[in-house]
């Protein structure tokens, strides 16, 4: 969602903070803008509707606005729709036109979040004379900072913090001052921001990928939290106005990781990466013993004690990271036999209902950002519950909050559909079920379990190389209106997930449904052609998918049958059959989602459709 950057050092602004929002569009986006000063002078905003290139168009990339202190943004419409008024940067002074051009302004800010209250603010500030020229919380929260600033006159920290006292919601806040040439005000709660500091030069930024080429060295400023930045120094305070010392922390990601390298989308290089951050994850968890290889979760700070006291698990997450955690209730109930309860976050935050004291609520995520995700982890910890995070992004806010925390290496995500961040997660929940099960003492075959999850990453690497049918395939199918994923346990888990990665980058509407599930209602839309995509890896349960494939394809459906090598031989009853290398039952989830995650990839690129930004979705979801 909408992404913000931040300048001020020796350079001009306006390149960088152009360049900083190129490496954010990735969050979706339908407006940007930024503002800059030269100076003392007055803050020059520029805004467009739509992509970036129509910023850069308009501001010859940045060069034509001088000055080296200046904030831009990428917005996500909320409140308000896509237009140029709309978009950010908003003014405090009361201007006609869309808060574009130099305007006579006390402040000017971006704001990424919601604010709940802005009506109510809103009323008050039109009380107090301001007007209008936008739909946006934004343009209230600057107004209420301008307001605040003149009736303390006590500077812009003091202005900031009575400013958060008032509102309701989540920000990430950037302001400049009209009295405070070379510097910008920032303030956070419950939305992501980092500083990036050299000897110079400040950055600011919602995500890592936007300062990258520049600095690896970053705050990370908490909740609640204020800063002050200017040319190379960055100053922390707290609500009361006390300031508060923090250390730079070193990211470990290097600049070339978030690039495309070679590759047309960047959702094909994180396919073909899987690989590789597969075995990074497992590497990090797994160490050999006495020349065995065992689980140590001790990085995450976990051990048998902790783990022998749960009595039940929660799986708390959203979108992709929910069908992690939809396929890891099956696997963790079986190998660990504790009861597993999954839910989406966006529905567990508001459970009214008691919770076991000793259970362990998981919750996943891509970014740590995800505001259901983390308002479920939070709600969890003020009921006591233990809580263990699986994350992929260093220091982000639920990795932070959580007790426990499993980082996954996967490295930048960069397309908004999720792959390798999907299939670290999945690993790491392969070792929590075998590691519990272990310290629960269910587990008779711990070696063997350790043996064939290190084997994965090599055969998700032989899985990709079935590429050129798929593509084949991919073109046959671009044009279908309807796509039907079937299967049960972790198939269905598979297909959760292979239905979801079509219809977000392909926009062709596709369900995925327990395939016993299916004569009771979806069997009525089956018509002659209809593609129906079973997943049949689980040996229970093979012959019982399959016959539910054949009532679709007596009705006219044509057959894609996804199945597990040198097992079964589908190909009698199926029209199209994909193979993903033989392992482990409860582990075939990390194969069959790769034939799906490349079907996916090449019916959007068919389509021409704009893979790696799809329509309306965000990678970071930072509001309910
Ligand atoms: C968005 C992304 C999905 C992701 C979900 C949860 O919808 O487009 O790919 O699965 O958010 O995000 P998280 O960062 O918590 O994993």
């Known amino acids: 969602m909408c992404g913000i950057v931040g300048y001020i050092g020796n350079k001009q602004a306006g390149p960088i903070l152009l360049e900083g929002l190129s490496k954010l569009e990735y969050r979706g986006y339908d407006s940007a803008g930024i503002a800059v000063r030269d100076g003392e002078n007055e803050a020059e905003v520029v805004k467009s509707l739509g992509r970036l290139a129509n910023l850069e168009e308009k501001t010859d990339s940045g060069k034509a606005i001088p000055g080296n202190c200046g904030i831009g943004h990428t917005r996500w419409a909320t409140h308000g729709a896509p237009s140029q008024s709309n978009a950010h940067p908003h003014v405090s002074g009361n201007c006609t036109g869309s808060g574009s051009g130099k305007v006579e302004s ?6 990424n979040g919601i604010i709940e209250n802005y009506q109510e603010l809103k009323a008050k500030m039109e009380r107090h004379g301001y007007a209008f020229y936008s739909q946006t919380d934004t343009e209230v929260l600057i107004k209420l900072v301008d307001y ?20 309701r919601g989540s920000y990430a806040l950037a302001v400049m001052f009209k009295d ?12 992501p921001m980092i500083i990036g500091k050299n000897d110079d030069e400040v950055f600011l930024a919602s995500d890592v990928p936007a300062i990258l080429n520049h600095t690896r060295q970053v705050y990370y400023i908490g909740n609640l939290e204020m800063a002050e930045l200017s040319a190379g120094e960055v100053t922390f305070y707290n609500l009361d106005g006390d300031t508060v010392q923090k250390k730079l922390t070193t990211i470990e990601w290097d600049a070339e990781a978030a690039e495309k390298g070679g590759y047309e989308h960047f959702m094909m290089k994180e396919i073909h990466e899987q690989p590789k951050v597969a075995m990074d994850t497992l590497n990090k968890y797994v160490k050999e013993v006495d020349g065995k290889n065992v689980i140590d979760l001790s990085e995450a700070g976990l051990n048998a004690d902790v783990l022998k006291s749960i009595s039940q698990i929660y799986i708390a997450a959203c979108g992709s990271a929910w069908h992690v955690g939809v396929q890891a209730q099956y696997v963790i109930e079986e190998l660990a036999d504790i009861p597993v309860r999954v839910e989406l976050a966006s529905e567990f935050r508001y459970r009214k209902n008691s919770l076991d004291k000793d259970a362990l609520l998981v919750v996943i995520s891509q970014s740590g950002e995800t505001a259901d995700t983390l308002a479920a982890l939070r709600m969890a910890k003020e009921k006591g519950i233990k809580t263990l995070a699986i994350v992929n992004v260093v220091g982000s806010s639920i990795a932070r909050e959580a007790d426990y925390c499993m980082y996954t290496l ?4 960069i397309s908004v559909a999720t792959t390798k961040a999907y299939t670290c997660q999945l690993l790491c929940t392969y070792l929590l079920a075998v ?7 269910v587990v008779d075959v711990y070696d063997y379990y350790i043996d064939e999850i290190l084997e994965l990453p090599k055969k998700i690497e032989s899985t990709l190389e079935n590429n050129e049918r798929i593509q084949w395939f991919a073109s046959k199918y671009a044009s279908a209106q309807d796509i039907f994923f079937i299967g049960r346990g972790i198939d269905y888990a598979i297909c959760l997930e292979g239905s979801l990665k079509l219809k977000e980058i392909s926009y062709i509407h596709s369900e995925a449904y327990a395939a016993g599930e299916l004569k009771h209602g979806t069997i009525s839309l089956i018509e002659e052609g209809t593609l129906v995509i079973g997943s049949l890896t689980q040996s229970d349960l093979y012959e ?3 016959s539910n494939m054949m009532e679709c394809k007596s009705r006219g459906a044509y057959l894609f049958g996804l199945t597990s090598a040198g097992k079964y031989d589908v190909e009698d009853s199926v029209n199209f059959a994909v193979y993903v290398p033989k392992t482990d039952e409860h582990f075939s989830g990390v194969l069959g989602i790769i034939p799906l995650q490349l079907l996916s990839y090449y019916i959007s690129l068919s389509k021409g459709l704009d893979v790696d930004k799809p329509r309306n979705l965000a990678k970071s979801v930072t509001v309910e």
């Open 106 to 111: 006390l402040v000017v800010g971006v704001h």
């Open 148 to 167: 605040y600033y003149k009736k303390y006159k006590v500077g812009p920290i003091d202005a900031l913090a009575k400013t958060i006292v008032r509102v």
């Open 180 to 191: 405070y040439p070379g510097k910008i005000f920032v303030a956070r709660k419950d939305s």
């Open 410 to 413: 996967a490295g930048p995500e």
């Open 435 to 441: 590691e519990l099960g272990k310290a629960r003492n």
């Open 544 to 546: 019982k998918t399959l």
